[in-house]
């Protein structure tokens, strides 16, 4: 059934960050005090020739969300990143990873954790250039020591998923750069990790084939639910890709939150200066507004699942979706309840008068769309469905963007 797709789920803490400091040099101690008695980054490196990478950082990252760590250049991303898999030990704190602390784990419960619970995606690819992309694909499970058969099994799975069957053969170095760059995440994909940590991963790319890449990535983000752990020095990959986004400066948290709260309710001066020259409009689009999460019944169901999906997510009509998830039609409670009773199927009962909008659509050119139709269903052009969107978030949303 497709419903599980979509179905609202709590969030489950998969990645917790506690204190989370990293000094760079031998005299931590020396530079631990004076940032605790408010010297800057810049200061205590004149001072001591310590540099802070990270300072007293708190945060968590939700099961299933795109994170995105973003700042300008020296902020502490890379050195964030990198101490989630701890390719850098921090000077204090704990990275909890499913509850387990990264930062006193064993070698040996480490090694575990890298290899089965994150897959780690460069900005440079890392590919072993002679090799094939098979080979390269594989190249994770090989060091698992998983049978030569199964390997090639998953990585070829891995190859399709990233769009590159028919490559497996090609040695990496004969391929453009988005290529390569599809290679590298199918290497990270195919241990099937819990979570992707992603730096930098498309800014080698030029702008076409990156922006082809974020689509991508929330494409197979849809499909997989990982947790994404995304690394970003450009702003408008951040509000695109990520669920939340992380400004750092000078290795602290600026802020959290939505590309919404960040744009319209920036917590500081720094934050605001960052921030301003983003074009709103591509902002405030039905893709912002709409909820990915919304809650699908397939067209093979009966009115019963209708009835209890609907019950249990509190709302009041659902789109009906065939296996290549194209909205068919959409179903009110009120003729799920009498279909239900009298013994009827889902497309006996389901209306097709449905609007589906792009999630490119600005905001202003839907409202007088939502006016007549609520809810509306969001989908490319390929018209699978991307998220569904009711008229309360786009009048909310435009409430916000005239503040
Ligand atoms: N190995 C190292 N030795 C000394 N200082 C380091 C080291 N790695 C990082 N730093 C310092 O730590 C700070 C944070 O660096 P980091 O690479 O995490 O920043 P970043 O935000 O990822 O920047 P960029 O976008 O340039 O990669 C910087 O001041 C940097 O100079």
Redesign the pocket.
Known sequence: MLTGDFSIQSPKKKIEVRNLT?I??RKTKNALFLIEKGLS?REIFEKTGQ???LYNVNFDIYEGEIFVIM??????????LRCINRLINPTDGHILLDGNDVATASSEELREMRRKKMGMVFQNFALIPHRTVLDNVAYGLEIQGVSKEERHTKAKEAIETVGLKGYEESKTSQLSGGMQQRVGLARALATDPDILLMD?AFSALDPLIRSEMQDELLALEDKMQKTIVF?S?DLDEALKLGDRIMI?HD?KIAQIGTAEEILTEPADDYVSKFVAGVDRTKIFTAEAVMKRAEPVVSINSGPKVALKLMREHGISSIFVVNREKHVEGIIKVDDALKGSKEGKSIRDIMSDDVTITHPDTPLNELIPVIENSSPLAVAKDDGKLLGVIVRGSVLGALAIEEV
């Open positions: 990293k760079f040099g980054k540099n802070v990478g700042g300008l250049s020296g902020s502490g991303k890379s050195t964030l930098e690394v020095h750092m290795g």
